[in-house]
């Protein structure tokens, strides 16, 4: 009998979560040639406070706002649920919240142009690019972190590339209104970064619209193919448009350019 590796969207059709899966050999359900077996690969997560044993130093309490919480808990940890604190880090509050939006979106991830996955790792990813160069750039990092976090929302939402930058913007806009936390001239500036995103071709003087463009290529040029796939998506003066600004950002962040996928 054949066996498969499966733990893709057809383990969720089967109404079985990936954790009661895992290690177990099942019947595929969903085979259309005849009976086979998956086996799905997950994991047990590591304990998060394994047993103490008797070599098991005490943990000395850390002072702090919430010192009856945090008794194994580094402080710097503060993305840790309700310890978010808005007043030192404003986008972790979004943060918290993007990542909730989308691992609870019911979306059926295999349709659609992107995945849930890659849009998690993807946005996560254009952040930090983002306040690196913001930092290079004596731009400020947490304007520049919020819309990369932003910047394809509405891709990771509904799984479609169409028109995306504005609809972005438009849920963006949207959730400044309701979250808070910036100013209204801060609110453009995000707004104008995520607008502006996807016109890589294009190259303007204002440095809101040129980060955002930057952060997102150098971060979409560490997934395989991707050189390859922009070939086949745009037009050759546009693809060469990408190669340059690519070829740029590499140059400011002194990474060898080669001019091939990884
Ligand atoms: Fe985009
Ligand atoms: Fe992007």
Redesign the pocket.
């Known amino acids: 009998m054949e066996q498969i590796i499966f733990a893709g969207p057809r383990t969720r059709k089967s109404g079985l979560s990936p954790k009661s899966l895992m290690g177990h050999v099942f019947d595929d359900p969903f085979s259309s040639t005849g009976p086979r077996k998956f086996i799905c690969p997950f994991a047990l997560p590591p304990t998060r406070n394994p047993p103490p044993t008797e070599n098991t130093k005490p943990i000395t309490p850390p002072q702090g706002k919430y010192p009856e919480r945090r008794t194994a808990m580094p402080d710097y940890h503060h993305y840790k649920h309700d310890m978010i604190d808005p007043k030192t880090d404003r986008v972790a509050v979004y943060e918290r919240h993007v990542a909730d939006l989308l691992l609870n979106n019911k979306l059926d991830d295999t349709r659609g142009n992107s995945s849930l996955l890659f849009e998690l790792k993807h946005s996560h990813g254009a952040v930090q690019f983002g306040r690196i160069l913001a930092r290079k750039r004596n731009l400020p990092s947490d304007i520049v972190a919020l819309a990369m976090l932003l910047?394809?929302i509405h891709?990771g939402l509904t799984g479609c590339?169409k028109n995306?930058?504005a609809r972005?913007a438009e849920i963006a806009s949207e959730m400044l209104n309701e979250l808070g936390l910036f100013s209204d001239t801060e609110r453009e500036q995000i707004i104008k970064i995520i607008a502006n995103?996807?016109d890589k071709h294009i190259t303007s003087t204002d440095p809101f619209c040129e980060i955002g463009k930057d952060a997102?290529i150098v971060d979409c040029f560490l997934y395989p193919n991707v050189i390859a796939g922009y070939k086949f998506q745009k037009t050759p003066e546009m693809f060469d448009k990408y190669i340059e600004r690519a070829r740029r950002v590499y140059d400011e962040l002194g990474i060898p350019w080669t001019g091939e996928d990884i």
């Open positions: 910047h394809d891709v590339y995306h930058a972005s995103h996807s997102d």
